[in-house]
C-alpha cells in the first residue's frame, strides 16, 4: 500500500502548480481521499477531501476558490490544481487515504509529501 | 468550527516513563470523531488510534486512547527510544472535514 506524490517545486506568488498522487496496492477507486499540508515548522492543515466517486468534494476555507481537487480512478491518481498561491502556502502536501470504515475515523495511510515553495 | 487545543506543547520524559498527552475540544464532539497521530522528523504523520480508543493496525498496545465530550487523552504506557516524536489530535466536522490540534512534541528528558 504507497501513495507517491509529485508535482512540487518553487513558484512565483500569483503562480499555479499541478500537484499528483499516485496509489498503489490497494483498490485506489474504493477510497475517499485528501490532501493535508504542513507548512515550515508548523502543523498538520487539512486542505481538501474527494469522496469515491468524485461526487463530494469539500475545501479548506483557506484554500476555496483556489485549489481544485481531482481524481481519475482508471489511473489510480489524485490531484490537486493550485491557482493563485500565496506565500502561506508554502507547505510540505501530503496525499493521504480516508478510512474505509467511515468518513469520520480519519486518514490510514499518507505519502511521503511533496513540497511547495511559494516565493 | 471546532478547535482542539492540546497540552503539554512539550513533555520532556525519559524512556520507560508513562507518557499522557491531552486534547481538548471547544465543544462536545462524539469520541467517534477523535482520531490520533504521530509524526516523527521529515516523515508522513502515522495514524495511531482512531474513535478515540480504537488502535491502528500495527500499533503497540502500549498507545492507549481515551476520552469523551471535550476531553481526550493518548497514553503511551512505557516509553521506548522510537516514541520520541509529535503527536496530533484531529477532529472530523462535518463538511469543514478535519481540524487539528497544534500537536504535542514529546522529547527525550
Known amino acids: 500500500v504507497q501513495l507517491v506524490e509529485s508535482g512540487g517545486g518553487l513558484v512565483q506568488p500569483g503562480g499555479s502548480l499541478r500537484l499528483s498522487c499516485t496509489a498503489s496496492?490497494?483498490?485506489?477507486?474504493?477510497?475517499?481521499m485528501n490532501w493535508v499540508r504542513q507548512a515550515p515548522g508548523k502543523g498538520l492543515e487539512w486542505v481538501s477531501y474527494?469522496?469515491?466517486?468524485?461526487?463530494?468534494?469539500h475545501y479548506a476555507d483557506s484554500v476555496k476558490g483556489r485549489f481544485t481537487i481531482s481524481r481519475d480512478n482508471a489511473k489510480n491518481s489524485l490531484y490537486l490544481q493550485m491557482h493563485g498561491l500565496r506565500d502561506d502556502d508554502t507547505a510540505v502536501y501530503y496525499c493521504?487515504?480516508?478510512?474505509?470504515?467511515?468518513?469520520?475515523?480519519?486518514?490510514?495511510?499518507w505519502g511521503q509529501g511533496t513540497t511547495v515553495t511559494v516565493s | 468550527e471546532v478547535v482542539l487545543t492540546q497540552s503539554p506543547g512539550t513533555l520532556p520524559l525519559s524512556p520507560g516513563e508513562r507518557a499522557t498527552l491531552s486534547c481538548r475540544a471547544s465543544q462536545s464532539i462524539s469520541s467517534a470523531y477523535l482520531t490520533w497521530y504521530q509524526q516523527k522528523p521529515g516523515q508522513a504523520p502515522r495514524l495511531l488510534i482512531y474513535a478515540a480508543s480504537t488502535r491502528a493496525t500495527g500499533i503497540p498496545d502500549r498507545f492507549s486512547g481515551s476520552g469523551s465530550g471535550t476531553d481526550f487523552t493518548l497514553t503511551i504506557s512505557k516509553l521506548e527510544p522510537e516514541d520520541f516524536a509529535v503527536y496530533y489530535c484531529?477532529?472530523?466536522?462535518?463538511?469543514?472535514?478535519?481540524?487539528f490540534g497544534q500537536g504535542t512534541k514529546l522529547e527525550i528528558k
Open positions: 474527494i469522496s469515491t466517486s468524485s461526487r463530494t468534494i
Open positions: 493521504a487515504r480516508g478510512i474505509a470504515v467511515a468518513i469520520y475515523y480519519g486518514m490510514d495511510v
Open positions: 496496492g490497494f483498490t485506489f477507486s474504493s477510497y475517499n
Open positions: 484531529q477532529q472530523y466536522g462535518g463538511s469543514l472535514m478535519y481540524t
